[in-house]
């Protein structure tokens, strides 16, 4: 199963917006989980609704929709605000996974 693209659902996995132009893949997404719920979810909170007033609420689809996936890669390595820069200590790998699980808290699964 894959994300969407610009709008455009690819295998009907998520509806949308989504800004990185190359699929995202359910297993991509089960990393980013795994990062997610270890490193961001004391901020982030579990569900990417902001368990701390200065975390943006990641479940608001205009604020997802309104920066491009690399933004948030480069706020994830390199720090932003309070945030840690996380490129010491997670790959680039998993700061995508983790990025495409966080941002997937903003779309509307099909059928709903």
Not at 8 to 16: A, E
Not at 89 to 103: D, F, M
Request: glycine share 10%; hydrophobic share 40%; net charge neutral.
């Amino acid at each position: 199963m894959v994300a969407l693209f610009s709008g455009r659902i690819l295998q009907g996995f998520f509806q949308g917006p989504h800004n990185r132009e190359q699929a995202v893949k359910a297993d991509e997404l089960g990393r980013g989980k795994a990062v997610f719920e270890t490193h961001c979810v004391a901020c982030h909170a579990a569900d990417g609704s902001a368990a701390i007033p200065q975390t943006p609420k990641l479940t608001n689809v205009e604020f997802i929709a309104s920066h491009p996936a690399t933004e948030f890669y480069q706020a994830v390595s390199g720090g932003k605000g309070i945030m840690p820069a996380w490129q010491d200590r997670l790959s680039p790998e998993e700061r995508w996974a983790a990025v495409e699980y966080g941002r997937a808290f903003a779309y509307q699964p099909m059928g709903r």
